[in-house]
Nanobody
Framework: QVQLVESGGGLVQPGGSLRLSCAAS????????MTWYRQSPGKEREFVAY????????NYADSLKGRFTISRDNAKNTVYLQMNSLKPEDTAVYYC?????????WGQGTQVTVSS
């Protein structure tokens, strides 16, 4: 079955960086686009970044352009989210996701906390 496992979250000071990873299994990873979302306490889950199956196309939430970079390694079945110049408002649980047919698949999320 489809499994998505995020890792790499943690506590970081404002201005710091983190790289999140999402390891995928149970499907042909190279055939599917991948997306990162995040959810802060009391807020709805929001779109962060998208990458096409080949990695040739990416898209970002307007507010995150220039700070976040999505990438993927199809040989490792892994998608990454490089986050730089982190701000306290980036504090959230970060999820990776993919869609198969009419079904959205989600990982369990990884907590990112930006605080001094």
């Amino acid at each position: 079955q489809v499994q998505l496992v995020e890792s790499g979250g943690g506590l970081v000071q404002p201005g710091g960086s983190l790289r999140l990873s999402c390891a995928a299994s149970g499907f042909t990873f190279s055939a599917y686009p991948m997306t990162w979302y995040r959810q802060s306490p009391g807020k709805e889950r929001e779109f962060v970044a998208y990458i096409a199956n080949t990695g040739s196309s990416t898209n970002y939430a307007d507010s995150l352009k220039g700070r976040f970079t999505i990438s993927r390694d199809n040989a490792k079945n892994t998608v990454y989210l490089q986050m730089n110049s982190l701000k306290p408002e980036d504090t959230a649980v970060y999820y990776c996701s993919t869609r198969g047919g009419w079904t959205d698949y989600w990982g369990q999320g990884t907590q990112v906390t930006v605080s001094s």
